[in-house]
């Protein structure tokens, strides 16, 4: 257990897990007090959340535009994944690459401009924080596209597309899925950021903004908490998905 | 082993050469295949293209599959074309340069997409041959129980033994109708039991068809002798930059072709012999 590279098996690794998680919330529980919440007041702060209608109310907010930002994400790369594979539309797809180095902060404003209310403007704002990672990630997996299946492709006589077809759309299915199980984690964590700047509809973010400006630490804490376990289970239910549509895959 | 002839060429190598920049690989590159004619049999053809590793060979498989442009000389085929006449059909034969896609190629891992399964994968490939429109399960069925597979249909490539992934790349190549197979090291990494297995299907492929023509690429010489009717030796000439074919052996002419038990003869090993001295 102490060696590099000693394989364990999964129940000596839940082992681990729980008595590490155990042992960090004790020390805390311990060294808590003060301004910082021990982890039972942060539990208080949960069970009291859950059993209000608020909390349900901005969670789904939350959950909504998730799943819409994350669906248009995902249509957009895919567009501008496959496409990339035509000599024409690969700056168009480098340029959507490069993007994940602008800052969100800076093209506020210029959303505002180009959108109507609100929910539209955290609704591109989220999107403009997913694709170009999204995208990165895709297309990375085309470019490191093993030759040998282009090649199988033109031993069965295959055109062009119907190799794009065969290798990039029915072939990389799984992997996109892969990709979108991993920048999910991305779009779940902007959303409090962008619900922080339009709060006219609430939200998860919004909730938290508010307990924050009144140093409400044990539901701040409980709300990460929520989120949390909402992006691990997220996180567990894409992966179940993954293995059910593509049996095929390895991990 | 009975009488024979060689009538038409099926494929002709002439003139072929292949540089990587400065460094040239394969040069002058001469050859040609005959439709083997024996009575009373379909008889295919098998040639063998041995030499030491990093000669060239799978340089000069990539250039006969198509998949790849010599860079001097042309690779040409003959392609059968359907011609109507008043009373019926006829086949006319023509001459052209290969293409990508019109040999069968196994490569030397079997590949194989991993999302589709053996029954998907081989679907694909029989829907590529006109011959089978409208009977291509039909035809994935007698395939996979001739090269005992059939229980596998429903399983994805990871799921598969080495030698099960090789006979489903076979069969994927003989469903899409190429009268041509070529063979990328089929005997490399196969214990004896299993490389006994790969040369009967070979033999068993050679013998489907009167046209089939079936180009074996290996380092294996003693294998390659024993399947083929035509062995090719490609080798380096001294003072001279680039591989080409050293020899050309006729193993029709020795009376080596075509005979189960040729290993036990005395000519088989002479021949396996100077082969290797001219690597």
């Not at chain 1, 039972?40 to 349900?56: N, Y």
């Not at chain 2, 006109?130 to 005992?148: P, S, V």
């Given at each position: 257990?102490?060696?590099p590279?000693?394989?364990i098996?999964?129940?000596?690794?839940?082992?681990l897990?729980?008595?590490?998680?155990?042992?960090?919330?004790?020390?805390?529980?311990?060294?808590?007090?003060?301004?910082?919440?021990?982890?039972?007041?942060?539990l208080?702060?949960?069970?009291?959340?859950?059993?209000?209608?608020?909390?349900?109310?901005?969670?789904?907010?939350?959950?909504?535009?998730?799943?819409?930002?994350?669906f248009?994400?995902?249509?957009?790369?895919?567009?501008?994944?496959?496409?990339?594979?035509?000599?024409?539309?690969?700056?168009?797809?480098?340029?959507?690459?490069?993007?994940?180095?602008?800052?969100?902060?800076?093209?506020?404003?210029?959303?505002?401009?180009?959108?109507?209310?609100?929910?539209?403007?955290?609704?591109?704002?989220?999107?403009?924080?997913?694709?170009?990672?999204?995208?990165?990630?895709?297309?990375?997996?085309?470019?490191?596209?093993?030759?040998q299946?282009?090649?199988?492709?033109?031993?069965?006589?295959?055109?062009?597309?119907?190799?794009?077809?065969?290798?990039?759309?029915?072939?990389?299915?799984?992997?996109?899925?892969?990709?979108?199980?991993?920048?999910?984690?991305?779009?779940?964590?902007?959303?409090?950021?962008?619900?922080?700047?339009?709060?006219?509809e609430?939200?998860?973010?919004?909730?938290?903004?508010?307990?924050?400006?009144?140093?409400?630490?044990?539901?701040?804490?409980?709300?990460?908490?929520?989120?949390?376990?909402?992006?691990?289970?997220?996180d567990?239910?894409?992966?179940?998905?993954?293995?059910?549509?593509?049996?095929?895959?390895?991990? | 082993?009975?009488?024979?002839?060689?009538?038409?060429?099926?494929?002709?190598?002439?003139?072929?050469?292949?540089?990587?920049?400065?460094?040239?690989?394969?040069?002058?590159?001469?050859?040609?295949?005959?439709?083997?004619?024996?009575?009373?049999?379909?008889?295919?053809?098998?040639?063998?293209?041995?030499?030491?590793?990093?000669?060239?060979?799978?340089?000069?498989?990539?250039?006969?599959?198509?998949?790849?442009?010599?860079?001097?000389?042309?690779?040409?085929?003959?392609?059968?074309?359907?011609?109507?006449k008043?009373?019926?059909?006829?086949?006319?034969y023509?001459?052209?340069?290969?293409?990508?896609?019109?040999?069968?190629?196994?490569?030397?891992?079997?590949?194989?997409?991993?999302?589709?399964?053996?029954?998907?994968?081989?679907?694909?490939?029989?829907?590529?041959?006109?011959?089978?429109?409208?009977?291509?399960?039909?035809?994935?069925?007698?395939?996979?129980?001739?090269?005992?597979?059939?229980?596998?249909?429903?399983?994805?490539?990871?799921?598969?033994?080495?030698?099960?992934?090789?006979?489903?790349?076979?069969?994927?190549?003989?469903?899409?109708?190429?009268?041509?197979?070529?063979?990328?090291?089929?005997?490399?990494?196969?214990d004896?039991?299993?490389?006994?297995?790969?040369?009967?299907?070979?033999?068993?492929?050679?013998?489907?068809?009167?046209?089939?023509?079936?180009?074996?690429?290996s380092?294996?010489?003693?294998?390659?002798?024993?399947?083929?009717?035509?062995?090719?030796?490609?080798?380096?000439?001294?003072?001279?930059?680039?591989?080409?074919?050293?020899?050309?052996?006729?193993?029709?002419?020795?009376?080596l072709?075509?005979?189960?038990?040729?290993?036990?003869?005395?000519?088989?090993?002479?021949?396996?012999?100077?082969?290797?001295?001219?690597?």
């Amino acid at each position: 257990m102490f060696k590099p590279f000693e394989k364990i098996n999964r129940q000596t690794f839940l082992i681990l897990v729980g008595s590490q998680a155990a042992v960090a919330l004790l020390m805390w529980q311990l060294t808590g007090g003060g301004l910082i919440p021990q982890p039972s007041r942060v539990l208080e702060a949960l069970a009291q959340l859950s059993a209000t209608r608020l909390f349900a109310d901005n969670l789904l907010t939350s959950l909504l535009l998730t799943g819409q930002a994350l669906f248009y994400s995902v249509v957009i790369t895919l567009l501008f994944g496959y496409v990339s594979v035509i000599p024409f539309f690969q700056p168009v797809a480098q340029f959507i690459v490069k993007c994940r180095y602008l800052t969100l902060t800076g093209l506020i404003f210029i959303f505002t401009l180009l959108t109507r209310d609100g929910g539209q403007l955290k609704l591109s704002l989220l999107l403009f924080g997913i694709v170009p990672f999204l995208t990165t990630s895709f297309l990375s997996i085309i470019v490191h596209t093993p030759e040998q299946e282009f090649e199988l492709c033109q031993t069965l006589g295959f055109n062009r597309w119907e190799s794009l077809y065969e290798v990039i759309v029915v072939g990389k299915a799984d992997q996109v899925f892969e990709v979108v199980r991993q920048n999910f984690a991305i779009a779940w964590m902007m959303i409090t950021m962008v619900e922080g700047l339009n709060m006219s509809e609430g939200g998860i973010g919004t909730l938290m903004i508010k307990y924050n400006k009144y140093n409400d630490l044990p539901h701040v804490l409980a709300l990460q908490l929520v989120i949390l376990g909402l992006g691990l289970g997220f996180d567990q239910l894409l992966g179940v998905l993954r293995r059910w549509l593509f049996p095929y895959t390895k991990h | 082993m009975g009488t024979y002839a060689k009538r038409d060429v099926l494929l002709r190598v002439d003139g072929v050469g292949l540089s990587y920049g400065e460094a040239c690989i394969l040069r002058d590159i001469h050859f040609s295949i005959r439709d083997v004619v024996r009575p009373g049999l379909q008889q295919g053809q098998v040639l063998s293209l041995v030499g030491r590793s990093g000669i060239g060979k799978t340089q000069l498989f990539r250039l006969l599959s198509g998949l790849q442009s010599p860079d001097t000389g042309t690779i040409a085929i003959r392609e059968r074309v359907p011609v109507e006449k008043g009373d019926g059909s006829i086949e006319m034969y023509r001459e052209r340069k290969v293409q990508a896609g019109d040999m069968g190629v196994i490569f030397q891992n079997y590949y194989q997409f991993g999302w589709r399964t053996v029954r998907q994968s081989l679907l694909l490939a029989a829907r590529r041959n006109k011959a089978l429109a409208g009977k291509e399960e039909d035809a994935i069925r007698q395939y996979t129980q001739r090269f005992d597979i059939a229980d596998v249909l429903h399983r994805y490539p990871g799921q598969l033994s080495g030698g099960q992934q090789q006979r489903v790349s076979i069969i994927q190549q003989l469903l899409k109708g190429s009268d041509f197979l070529l063979l990328d090291e089929p005997f490399s990494g196969l214990d004896v039991c299993v490389l006994d297995k790969v040369v009967e299907l070979l033999l068993q492929v050679s013998l489907s068809d009167e046209l089939k023509t079936l180009i074996v690429v290996s380092h294996d010489i003693a294998t390659a002798v024993a399947i083929s009717d035509t062995v090719l030796v490609l080798g380096r000439e001294a003072g001279r930059e680039g591989s080409t074919i050293v020899s050309e052996i006729d193993l029709m002419e020795r009376g080596l072709a075509w005979q189960q038990e040729v290993r036990q003869e005395k000519a088989f090993m002479e021949t396996v012999q100077e082969i290797k001295e001219c690597l």
